[in-house]
């Protein structure tokens, strides 16, 4: 990052430092909301380019943490529990693109519903091609329409579900360490998934605080 956006990034007023210094869960929780919204808001009333590339990249850059003790706490239905979810997906994708292509084609095949195509992969999708569409989707979470933003990547989290359910079935028998592992995070994607799509529908009702 640039010295004209300090790190932290997300630091649009003094309650930025009182969240870190606060163990009142009130106080954290109207913070974290108050963070989220003023960010959102910034970002889409300055609309300017760089400053979002910056925020696509920041965990690239810095990693989770800053996020995290910003809006890991959250409700998973709230405004910052999506921001959270959004970047907690884009980082598993950075972090290991072949596994998680391994899990979307697989997927794919198997999930007889219109997700993949809501979320928009090319077939078959490359782990370059997935590392891009997630940054996509992050996007357009900042310079789009925020719902269809949390659609896309609702679709993602339950075709990754999907691969992962599957492939624990595969190695249930031969690496049963494996397929526990698999497990555990198609269960963790499907409650993203979901957690993202009820955000979506609040969000369109004005309704996600």
Known sequence: MTNDFPRPVFRPSAEFDRLFAS?????????????????????????????????ISFTSSHGID???QLWSRSPATSLPGALWRLYLVQL?????????????????????TSDQVVAGAP???????????????????????????LDRAAAFCRVEASGATHLADDYEQTEPERSTQLT???SRLASYADDLAVASRLWRRDELG
């Open 23 to 55: 163990e009142d869960p009130a106080e954290v929780s109207r913070a974290a909301h108050s963070t989220a919204a003023t960010l959102l808001a910034r970002v889409r009333h300055e609309e300017d380019p760089a400053v979002v590339e910056r925020l």
């Open 123 to 149: 077939t078959p999708a490359s782990p370059q091609e997935l590392v891009a569409l997630i940054d996509t989707i992050l996007r357009g979470a900042f310079t789009g329409d925020f719902a269809i933003a």
């Open 66 to 68: 800053d996020i995290a």
């Open 92 to 112: 598993a994708i950075h972090d290991d693109p072949q596994t998680a292509s391994l899990l979307y084609e697989r997927g794919r095949a198997e999930l007889p």
């Open 184 to 186: 555990r995070r198609a």
